[in-house]
């Protein structure tokens, strides 16, 4: 998300109707990143999300992925229960999908992937970030993304525990590099990654050597 959690898109939504990732909450924006991974792998190569939330910007990339008519693995892994009050607001974005869910927003994710059409093209993880990165083998992963929790540990445990899981020339690339609303994210990237780089629009991402 770019915006800042103060001008957070409207949660009432978020248990609509949807048919397109477009149609799903979520502060997702920057899909020319996600095209990029599709025009740069192999066919076979497995991207994984850390953080999808409601499944905006997962849809979005099985979606590049139907529309270029190539074949990749498409993960995303999330708690499903939300990464509680963070940021400069201290603001709860993802409670009410979780309280809708008595405690999980699990079947709105899974609803909205199987509405877009995805439901054989995307693998959900309900699991916690960085327990989950232990079920991948190191090297494995072509692009992992992180958009979990913000606070400084959190991603520095999020890079720690994912960056060996990415394959030589691949990407870990994460959300939020913005120093005005999550200087969290800034810190953690430059002190664990400090050949990260700025990427699109307040993302950041490292190239594994
Ligand atoms: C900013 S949202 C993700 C938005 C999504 N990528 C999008 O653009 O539509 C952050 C998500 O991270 C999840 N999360 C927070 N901490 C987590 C953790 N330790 N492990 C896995 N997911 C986590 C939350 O449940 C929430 O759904």
Known sequence: MVQSPQVSP?????????????DIPGWFHWREGQQEAVATFPEG???????????RSLCSLA???QTAGRDFTVVG?????????????????????????????????????VS?????????????????????????????????????DSVVGDIEAWAPKVMS????????????????????VGDT???AQAWLTAQWRWLKP
């Open 10 to 22: 409207p949660q009432s939504a978020f248990a609509d109707e949807v048919s397109s990732w477009s």
């Open 193 to 195: 990654l400090p050949d």
């Open 116 to 152: 877009c059409g995805f439901a054989d093209a995307v693998h959900v993880f309900i699991s916690s970030s960085p327990k989950a990165a232990d079920f991948f083998v190191d090297g494995s992963l072509a692009w992992v993304h992180l958009d979990a929790r913000h606070d400084y």
């Open 45 to 55: 190569s497995t991207f994984v999300e850390v953080g999808s939330y409601l499944g």
């Open 77 to 113: 892994i999330d708690t499903c229960r939300g990464s509680g009050a963070e940021g400069r607001a201290n603001e709860n974005a993802h409670g009410p999908a979780v309280d809708h869910g008595g405690g999980t927003f699990a079947g709105l994710l899974h609803r909205n992937i």
């Open 63 to 65: 979606d590049v992925v």
């Open 169 to 188: 020339g691949g990407w870990l690339s994460g959300d939020d590099y913005d120093d005005r609303y999550w200087p969290g994210v800034v810190a953690a």
